[in-house]
């Protein structure tokens, strides 16, 4: 069973950056598209980026296109996402997502709280 665990969420200023991680586990990925999306208190879960493991590919949200940076290592079966110019629209809950395009395994992480001051 696929397992994910977010981390490096935390206060940070804004203008500031963050690094969030994904660790994964309980598979091999092959077929899987690693997927960020985040909710903010009072709004609806919203896409930031995704990774296809398979080739690299990458989509980022339009709230966040050229402020954010996905990637994966794959010797750590981890994703990163990278944030940067922050600012207090970006604060939420960032949740992990790993999602089978052959049988729809749909998988979600416990999520890691961002919270940008102004």
């Known amino acids: 069973q696929v397992q994910l665990v977010e981390s490096g969420g935390g206060l940070v200023q804004e203008g500031g950056s963050l690094r969030l991680s994904c660790a994964a586990s309980?598979?091999?990925?092959?077929?899987?598209?690693i997927r960020w999306f985040r909710q903010a208190p009072g709004k609806e879960r919203e896409f930031v980026a995704s990774?296809?493991?398979?080739?690299?590919?990458?989509f980022e949200g339009d709230d966040v296109k050229g402020r954010v940076t996905i990637s994966r290592d794959n010797a750590k079966n981890t994703v990163y996402l990278q944030m940067n110019s922050l600012n207090p629209e970006d604060t939420a809950v960032y949740y992990c997502?790993?999602?089978?395009?052959?049988?729809?395994?749909?998988?979600w992480g416990q999520g890691t709280q961002v919270t940008v001051s102004s």
């Open positions: 997502n790993a999602y089978n395009y052959y049988n729809h395994e749909d998988v």
């Open positions: 309980g598979r091999t990925f092959s077929y899987y598209e």
């Open positions: 990774i296809r493991w398979s080739n690299g590919i990458t």
